[in-house]
T-cell receptor, first 116, second 114 residues
Framework: DTEVTQTPKHLVMGMTNKKSLKCEQH?????MYWYKQKAKKPPELMFV???????INESVPSRFSPECPNSSLLNLHLHALQPEDSALYLC???????????????FGAGTRLSVL | DQQVKQNSPSLSVQEGRISILNCDYT??????FLWYKKYPAEGPTFLIS?????DKNEDGRFTVFLNKSAKHLSLHIVPSQPGDSAVYFC?????????????FGQGTILTVHP
């Protein structure tokens, strides 16, 4: 089973709203990731969690707040977003470590976010 | 600074023929290379990977070739099938303490015609 589940699939929010994206995996992976993908562009890394601790923040604005409640769950809290934040938000997970297998990330289907 | 480049935005092939997707990189610290396939409205799906100590890895219809001296990798799909039509991304990682930081190319849209 290589499934990463993301909810919701679609989200529309106003610039003053607070919302959360959720991601879940049951592969026993200890590393989890948030990516942002704009149309016709490659995924861009936002955050990396390793063993439930934030290990990489790619200089993401504070209106995006990640949270890893346990090893299977990853949330992305959204507040005061801008229209340019509209994108596909992807969650991924992988084994933890520096070898080839650990670099293979498994992605969810994503949440399509529209900020009005 | 685009460290991973896929110079062909699109590729069109006939069913049964070979599809060759290319990728170039500039960072000599990259140790691991991966190919992902993406259908519309879905997340990227892992296809095949290779580490820098190898020059070829094969998995069924998919073969990845790595030329370290040229900083070039390619994905061969033989035979191509209409269901292979998708966007293909190559990605690279420096591994070690930089694992988790996948750098993606811009993607190549593959269309396989029946």
């Amino acid at each position: 089973d290589t499934e990463v589940t993301q909810t919701p699939k679609h989200l529309v929010m106003g610039m003053t709203n607070k919302k959360s994206l959720k991601c879940e995996q049951h592969m026993g992976h200890r590393a989890m990731y948030w990516y942002k993908q704009k149309a016709k562009k490659p995924p861009e890394l936002m955050f990396v969690y390793s063993y439930e601790k934030l290990s990489i923040n790619e200089s993401v604005p504070s209106r995006f707040s990640p949270e890893c409640p346990n090893s299977s769950l990853l949330n992305l809290h959204l507040h005061a977003l801008q229209p340019e934040d509209s994108a596909l938000y992807l969650c991924a997970s992988s084994q933890d470590g520096g070898g080839l297998a650990e670099n293979i990330q498994y992605f969810g289907a994503g949440t399509r976010l529209s900020v009005l | 600074d685009q460290q991973v480049k896929q110079n062909s935005p699109s590729l069109s092939v006939q069913e049964g023929r070979i599809s060759i997707l290319n990728c170039d990189y500039t960072n000599s610290m990259f140790d691991y290379f991966l190919w992902y396939k993406k259908y519309p409205a879905e997340g990227p799906t892992f296809l095949i990977s290779i580490s820098s100590i190898k020059d070829k890895n094969e998995d069924g219809r998919f073969t990845v070739f790595l030329n370290k001296s040229a900083k070039h990798l390619s994905l061969h799909i033989v035979p191509s099938q209409p269901g292979d039509s998708a966007v293909y991304f190559c990605a690279a990682s420096a591994g070690g303490t930089s694992y988790g930081k996948l750098t993606f190319g811009q993607g190549t849209i593959l269309t396989v015609h029946p």
